[in-house]
């Protein structure tokens, strides 16, 4: 099925950097969603994304939904351990079909 | 609020047996989701309902998969027979409502999941 295109697949810090991931895709999104899956666990929603343009912060992290709707990223500052984890990025479309298309993940590991 | 509740957790079964997974979405939320997670294929949407009614079933692998919803509050993803290439992480997605035009209708919210392994 279709997938977005989410990049890097995996990133390798030391604790305290910054870290930025993005998702680009073919197709426009109304809805970008941005999700982190500990070990054992469900993904759990970090941020969501409603219209062009649109800014969001929560805490450390910051998204951006892109204003040609086809791609968002996802910035963690002065990363600490427990940032570690699987990023995924998603998409969605309001009307038509309510499924969210997912990014294959970023995987991040942090070196303390 | 509790969350996305899936049961059990864990299961390991053997070729053949049948398999049935649950899960409680959110109270008030009216669109469920059923994923399968692995490592190959990433998360893979199976099916997803819509007050009740399933909607798009369109990922459900093989004639073997089967969901149901009998309420608002309970659903089950049962497979029969299950084989050892069935063995993934299935997940369960609930989120707010359905009307087509609400914003944030998308954002979904999944629970723990179940990690299946059929030997």
């Known amino acids: 099925g279709q997938q977005l295109n989410q990049s890097p697949q995996s990133m390798f810090i030391q604790e305290g950097e910054d870290v930025s991931m993005n998702c680009t895709s073919s197709s426009i999104f109304n809805t970008w969603l941005w999700y982190k899956q500990d070990p054992g666990e469900g993904p759990v929603l970090l941020i969501a994304?409603?219209?062009?343009?649109e800014l969001t912060s929560n805490g450390r992290l910051t998204a951006q939904f892109g204003i040609t709707r086809k791609d968002s990223f996802l910035n963690i500052s002065a990363s600490i351990p427990s940032d570690v984890g699987i990023y995924f990025c998603a998409g969605g479309r309001i009307q038509g079909a309510q499924k969210l298309v997912f990014g294959q993940g970023t995987r991040l590991t942090i070196n303390p | 609020d509790a969350g996305v509740i899936q049961s059990p957790r864990h299961e390991v079964t053997e070729m053949g047996q049948e398999v049935t997974l649950r899960c409680k979405p959110i109270s008030g939320h009216n669109s469920l989701f059923w994923y399968r997670q692995t490592m190959m294929r990433g998360l893979e949407l199976l099916i997803y309902f819509n007050n009740n009614v399933p909607i798009d079933d369109s990922g459900m692998p093989e004639d073997r998969f089967s969901a149901k919803m009998p309420n608002a509050s309970f659903s089950t993803l049962k497979i029969q027979p299950s084989e050892p290439r069935d063995s993934a992480v299935y997940f369960c997605a609930s989120s707010p409502h359905f009307s087509g035009l609400a914003v944030g209708q998308e954002t979904q919210y999944f629970g723990p999941g179940t990690r299946l392994l059929v030997l």
């Open positions: 994304l409603y219209k062009a343009g």
